[in-house]
T-cell receptor, first 112, second 114 residues
């Protein structure tokens, strides 16, 4: 069963604009972690931002912020002031205990 | 640099051959994970070690796959009698010191089975 769903296979944004990537997940757990990872072409996975489920406040890391809706099991990533270097595959991930489960990814293109 | 080192970075082999990948995790870290990533997909969990003990294995890990972590340090992932469907990126990950649930990934070992 699909645990993490990213419904946008591809997204495009103009440089300096804002884009939001969607993610939903399925769980019966009350405490868990959520993550967004970035994977540039032919390069390694890089952690962008994390959210602990027991924290109500949305996480923010510079230009990256999340909208965490626990009841709706939704965890979207907002990238503000998009830069050319933001172009990559973005993976949403959910971690209850041991293993981390990933969505299929969203390919983000940044247009100059 | 996440501190997780994998080699070889790329392996091309013929169907039926055996291959082995090595992962050197962040030093002195107890946990180590292996994932498989096929083209255009997110990583899929394969197995997980706590020190030298292999605690969890995915159904994806058929009997042709074996992973070890002797002495709780580096880990190896061996695939016997490779098949074309084994072609993928094999990722190793470990949690950073003082982290909050996240994993740091290595650059991966890409396997191409001809």
């Amino acid at each position: 069963a699909q645990t993490v769903t990213q419904s946008q296979p591809e997204m495009s944004v103009q440089e300096a604009e804002t884009v939001t990537l969607s993610c939903t997940y399925d769980t019966s757990e009350s405490d868990y972690y959520l993550f967004w990872y970035k994977q540039p072409p032919s390069r390694q996975m890089i952690l962008v931002i994390r959210q602990e489920a027991y924290k109500q406040q949305n996480a923010t890391e510079n230009r990256f912020s999340v909208n965490f809706q626990k009841a709706a099991k939704s965890f979207s990533l907002k990238i503000s002031d998009s830069q050319l270097g933001d172009a990559a595959m973005y993976f949403c991930a959910y971690r209850p205990f041991n293993d981390m489960r990933f969505g299929a990814g969203t390919r983000l293109t940044v247009k100059p | 640099d996440t501190g997780v080192s994998q080699n070889p970075r790329h392996k091309i082999t013929k169907r039926g051959q055996n291959v082995t990948f090595r992962c050197d995790p962040i030093s002195e870290h107890n946990r180590l994970y292996w994932y498989r990533q096929t083209l255009g997909q997110g990583p899929e969990f394969l197995t997980y070690f706590q020190n030298e003990a292999q605690l969890e294995k995915s159904r994806l890990l058929s009997d042709r796959f074996s992973a070890e972590r002797p002495k709780g340090s580096f880990s190896t992932l061996e695939i016997q009698r490779t098949e074309q469907g084994d072609s993928a990126m094999y990722l190793c990950a470990s949690p950073p010191e003082g982290g909050a649930g996240e994993l740091f990934f290595g650059e991966g070992s890409r396997l191409t089975v001809l």
